[in-house]
């Protein structure tokens, strides 16, 4: 099994994620970084966060890194420290959308990228050989400071004069690394801010880390009781974001389509970067712009790289995250709310907008499958395809059928261990007739080899 996923080391904590395994991850980062390299690390709210955090960091300083503890941070504030205080490494301690039962370790480069495949690789190499540095004695020291320094890089990059100041903006953290965090920071930005499941607790007891229709009902439900306009809403790291208004859940492709028309028309630039898992609301929605759309592989490390060699104006995951180049290439879900609060007056304008654009059907399931069983679920399944008539099967990531009308997607998470099955159509029946179809033969394979 590969220690690393699409986003970083993930698993269940006590079963894959041990005080060993994160002890030896630390080594081996700390072996493949510079002797004396300078790390900072976070973590998201999980109640695991210290056991992760005090091995990985004993790991490091025993190969001779030294360590800044930066405390609770959401994911892009520590992605853009890394860089902006001019460290080497930046290590992430979180699942992001995972369940409270995970954890896991991203890394950052120090100009912000995540660890490419090849650095990840080799990580995993001297991890696997324990071949660790020896006799090195870092420094651990704790940060201070960090909202100031990321508020000071916003009001230097993003128009603050633009920021309405008429919408009033719930911010529902779901308990996770944004809360508490998020809502200073729009208040000290001068906007109308309330707050729900805005305090930090790894169990997240307000809701689900992974904000979605189904998990985000009471927070629409409390956004209409106090009359906000619009709710911005992460996932456990607030790597992601997405939105709510008072007639509901925005949806995924919805929010990601529009800034990234507003990216483009920004930026004048003529690509916008994404995923296979995207829909083709994306594609509708810069048309008129002469826009192309770019598609690679899932995951915030490929898209960040993919944005950056296609020179996009924006990378996009349907699932809330935001690539922006004019910030840095990591997902920076806060900017990104601040990137649309500053091109909107009212909420009413994104809803507005889609009107014009010929209405599409997207649903997403999961198929629980464990990890090891997942390649051969996934190969089996592309070889019944051709039962469904598609005009045309890519298995670049996953496999995507597309179909005049529509299309489907089968794809093994990086993240979790499931079986991803997306579908998308211009006939909402179409659009569930194809996910069912794709679950149902997902399932049946799966049951078979339990």
């Not at 992601?240 to 008072?246: A, E, L, N, S």
Request: proline fraction near 4%; glycine fraction near 10%; include cysteine.
């Amino acid at each position: 099994m590969s220690l690393f996923g699409t986003s970083g080391v993930r698993g269940v904590v006590g079963e894959e994620i041990t005080e060993g395994l994160c002890y030896d991850v630390g080594r081996a980062l700390g072996t493949v970084l510079p002797q004396g390299s300078r790390v900072c690390l976070a973590t998201d709210t999980r109640v695991s966060r210290d056991m992760l955090r005090e091995t990985v960091s004993r790991g490091l300083l025993d190969c001779g890194a030294s360590v800044t503890d930066l405390g609770i941070l959401p994911t892009p504030v520590l992605a853009l420290l890394a860089r902006e205080w001019g460290f080497d490494t930046g290590v992430m301690i979180t699942a992001s959308h995972n369940p409270p039962e995970f954890n896991g370790i991203k890394l950052f480069n120090g100009n912000s990228f995540g660890y490419s495949q090849q650095q990840e690789s080799e990580v995993e190499r001297v991890f696997n050989l324990k071949s660790f540095r020896a006799g090195g004695s870092g420094v651990l020291a704790q940060g201070s400071g960090m909202l100031e320094g990321y508020l000071r890089f916003v009001r230097r990059r993003l128009p603050q004069h633009t920021l309405s100041r008429d919408l009033k903006v719930m911010v529902d953290p779901g308990n996770g690394a944004a809360s508490g965090f998020v809502t200073r920071l729009f208040t000290e930005l001068g906007l109308r801010v309330l707050s729900v499941n805005d305090t930090p607790d790894g169990t997240f007891p307000g809701r689900k880390p992974e904000p979605t229709g189904e998990t985000l009902v009471d927070t629409v439900r409390f956004l209409r009781d106090q009359g906000a306009d619009l709710a911005v809403c992460f996932d456990g790291d607030a790597d992601r974001v997405v939105f709510c208004d008072k007639d509901g859940f925005w949806g995924f492709n919805e929010p990601t389509a529009y800034i990234s028309r507003l990216a483009a028309i920004e930026t004048g630039k003529r690509t916008v970067a994404s995923t296979v898992e995207s829909g083709r609301l994306l594609e509708l929605s810069v048309q008129d712009l002469g826009v192309e759309v770019v598609r690679g592989k899932v995951g915030d490390v490929h898209l960040a790289y993919l944005t950056q060699e296609t020179d996009s104006a924006i990378g996009t995951e349907q699932v809330g995250v935001y690539i922006m180049p004019e910030i840095g290439y990591y997902p920076d879900s806060i900017c990104a709310s601040l990137f649309l609060l500053s091109h909107i007056g009212q909420a009413a304008e994104v809803r507005q907008f889609f009107k014009q654009i010929p209405q599409l059907f997207f649903h997403k399931a999961k198929v629980e499958c464990r990890n090891e069983l997942k390649d051969s679920v996934i190969q089996e399944f592309a070889g019944r395809v051709d039962r469904l008539e598609p005009l045309r099967v890519s298995d670049f990531d996953g496999v995507r059928l597309e179909f005049e009308d529509s299309w489907t997607l089968v794809r093994a998470s990086g993240t979790e261990p499931v079986i991803r099955v997306i579908a998308e159509s211009t006939s909402a029946q179409r659009a569930q007739d194809l996910m069912d179809a794709g679950v149902q033969a997902v399932r049946g394979i799966v049951d078979k080899r339990v």
